[in-house]
């Protein structure tokens, strides 16, 4: 991940949205995931906002929250800030666990 060696097999971005459309739009994005045992997800989220902006950033700094008690919750392995390749500070991989036995 680190060197941006691994694709993301799926990408969804949450510009122009807003944060309820942004929500939606994730937990939609990860039951796709999901249904098609997807490994990587990359979520654009954008870059986070600099000091000065209010009232910006505001996507970036709920994805964890909503990320954790998602339906999928006990699918996500991992989240991690993406390589430069794949929006660098603008995005975060989603790794999901494998469904079992399959």
């Not at 510009?15 to 098609?36: M, Y």
């Not at 990359?42 to 990320?67: E, F, M, N, Q, Y």
């Not at 998602?70 to 991992?78: E, K, L, T, V, Y």
């Amino acid at each position: 991940m680190r060197q941006g060696s691994v694709a993301p097999e799926r990408t969804i971005d949450l510009h122009g949205h807003t944060l309820l459309s942004a929500q939606s739009a994730l937990e939609h994005a990860l039951a796709r995931a999901v249904a098609d045992d997807v490994r990587v997800l990359l979520v654009i989220t954008g870059k986070p906002p600099k000091p000065d902006a209010r009232g910006r950033g505001l996507i970036r700094a709920s994805i964890g929250d909503w990320l954790g008690t998602s339906g999928f919750r006990d699918r996500i392995a991992a989240v991690r800030h993406a390589h430069p390749r794949h929006g660098g500070n603008g995005a975060l991989y989603v790794i999901l666990r494998r469904r079992r036995g399959g």
